[in-house]
């Protein structure tokens, strides 16, 4: 088994030089509940522009995507690409209507609920525009130009306050016939009557319940008020809010026993998800993005956060796919968005032309 591979992807912090880059370029729109990120990306994958707005979800969405046309329409003016930009990635949360081009629910943007995103997008820029969850946007990102620019297949998991997912098998993304496909934090990992319930929805024993940023707080809450010792106990108090998964992975990084057993039953929890997934989709590549990784790559805790995923897995699965398959740490951190966006843009003017 591979732990990683380490491409070097030109992110929002590396702007290429227009001047260096090829033509078509393409446009990642991610949004988020509290900023859009922009990003003007070449034919390669290299990022020559990156601009990031506020959303102001109380403004209405017809007002943002009004500042993002605006945006749009002055960085083409500037980098003298006009004309050159033939299609569009646009990703928002979910739950979404993709053949639609809707946004159904999204719990971050609750005064957008029922908006027709992507035509009002178009009717403001003029161009095709492709429509995607902002998990598989970010899956698609690790797979065009990150951790599985080498594969075929590929499953993205984002942990952060839930779980998001994305997968794509031999370059296609699933989307699924209710855009609710690649939602991986809502498989089933507990099917016991008490088992627990998704943070944001869903139903119970469901991965998103156990391995997510709000599940690790959960659970360590739990053993600190049943009476375990730890470094953490004096983030209970009277309300719950000192207590974060990061707190968690700073107590578990000076050797906290609690927090350490909580960053090694996330991992397990991990385990279990990811084998009935691999078992499903046998992609070769496992991909681990967003905030909630214990430090990620290169940090003790991250390391044994990753380890403890993999030997779990082995545990539960054949030989021979244990050898076929990496998991590791995505490379992209929270550019994935957008370069996903406009690497699924590019994907499909290809397909047009």
Same mark, same amino acid.
């Given at each position: 088994?591979?732990?990683?591979?380490?491409?070097? &992807?030109?992110?929002?912090?590396?702007?290429?030089?227009?001047?260096?880059?090829?033509?078509?370029?393409?446009?990642?729109?991610?949004?988020?509940?509290?900023?859009?990120?922009?990003?003007?990306?070449?034919?390669?994958?290299?990022?020559?522009?990156?601009?990031?707005? %506020?959303?102001?979800?109380? =403004?209405?969405?017809?007002?943002?995507?009004? #500042?993002?046309?605006?945006?749009?329409?002055?960085?083409?003016?500037?980098l003298g690409v006009v004309?050159?930009?033939?299609?569009?990635?646009?990703? /928002?949360?979910?739950?979404?209507?993709?053949? *639609?081009?809707?946004?159904? /629910? &999204?719990?971050?943007? %609750?005064?957008?609920?029922?908006?027709?995103?992507?035509?009002?997008?178009?009717?403001?820029?003029?161009?095709?525009?492709?429509?995607? *969850?902002?998990? *598989?946007?970010?899956?698609?990102?690790?797979?065009?130009?990150?951790?599985?620019?080498?594969?075929?297949s590929m499953i993205l998991?984002?942990?952060?306050?839930?779980?998001?997912?994305?997968?794509?098998?031999?370059?296609?993304?699933?989307?699924?016939?209710?855009?609710?496909?690649? =939602?991986?934090?809502?498989?089933? @990992?507990?099917?016991?009557?008490?088992?627990?319930?998704?943070?944001?929805?869903?139903?119970?024993?469901?991965?998103?319940?156990?391995?997510?940023?709000? /599940?690790?707080?959960?659970?360590? #809450?739990?053993?600190?008020?049943?009476?375990? =010792?730890s470094s953490l106990s004096?983030?209970?108090?009277?309300?719950?809010?000192?207590?974060?998964?990061?707190?968690?992975?700073?107590?578990?990084?000076?050797?906290?026993?609690?927090?350490?057993?909580?960053?090694?039953?996330?991992?397990?929890?991990?385990?279990?998800?990811?084998?009935?997934?691999?078992?499903?989709?046998?992609?070769?590549? @496992?991909?681990?993005?967003?905030?909630?990784?214990?430090?990620?790559?290169?940090? %003790?805790?991250?390391? #044994?956060?990753?380890?403890?995923?993999?030997?779990?897995?082995?545990? #539960?699965?054949?030989?021979?796919?244990?050898?076929?398959?990496?998991?590791?740490?995505? *490379?992209?951190?929270?550019?994935?968005?957008?370069?996903?966006?406009?690497?699924? /843009?590019?994907?499909?003017?290809?397909?047009?032309?």
């Amino acid at each position: 088994m591979s732990l990683s591979s380490d491409p070097a &992807p030109v992110t929002s912090s590396q702007i290429h030089p227009i001047e260096q880059s090829s033509a078509p370029y393409y446009w990642g729109i991610d949004i988020g509940g509290t900023g859009i990120k922009l990003g003007l990306v070449d034919e390669q994958g290299y990022t020559v522009a990156y601009e990031k707005i %506020p959303t102001r979800e109380g =403004e209405g969405a017809p007002a943002a995507m009004q #500042r993002i046309a605006d945006v749009v329409s002055e960085v083409e003016s500037r980098l003298g690409v006009v004309g050159q930009v033939p299609h569009i990635g646009l990703g /928002a949360p979910g739950p979404m209507d993709l053949a *639609n081009g809707l946004l159904v /629910a &999204p719990p971050q943007l %609750p005064s957008w609920w029922g908006f027709a995103i992507v035509d009002a997008l178009k009717a403001l820029l003029g161009r095709p525009i492709s429509f995607l *969850n902002d998990a *598989n946007a970010a899956a698609f990102g690790e797979f065009w130009i990150g951790t599985g620019r080498d594969s075929n297949s590929m499953i993205l998991l984002t942990l952060g306050t839930g779980v998001g997912g994305g997968i794509i098998v031999d370059g296609e993304l699933v989307n699924g016939v209710n855009s609710f496909g690649s =939602e991986c934090g809502h498989i089933l @990992v507990d099917p016991s009557p008490k088992a627990r319930l998704c943070v944001w929805g869903g139903g119970r024993g469901q991965l998103e319940a156990y391995a997510s940023a709000s /599940a690790v707080v959960d659970r360590t #809450r739990e053993r600190l008020t049943a009476g375990a =010792e730890s470094s953490l106990s004096g983030l209970l108090g009277g309300s719950n809010s000192e207590l974060t998964a990061k707190k968690v992975y700073e107590a578990a990084d000076e050797g906290d026993a609690v927090a350490l057993e909580i960053v090694d039953e996330t991992a397990q929890w991990l385990g279990i998800g990811i084998t009935s997934l691999v078992h499903a989709l046998d992609p070769g590549v @496992v991909t681990l993005g967003g905030a909630m990784n214990f430090g990620g790559s290169g940090c %003790p805790i991250g390391e #044994r956060f990753l380890s403890g995923i993999i030997e779990e897995f082995k545990s #539960r699965t054949f030989e021979n796919v244990f050898d076929g398959t990496s998991i590791a740490f995505a *490379n992209l951190g929270a550019d994935a968005g957008y370069l996903g966006l406009a690497g699924y /843009a590019r994907k499909q003017a290809m397909k047009q032309s």
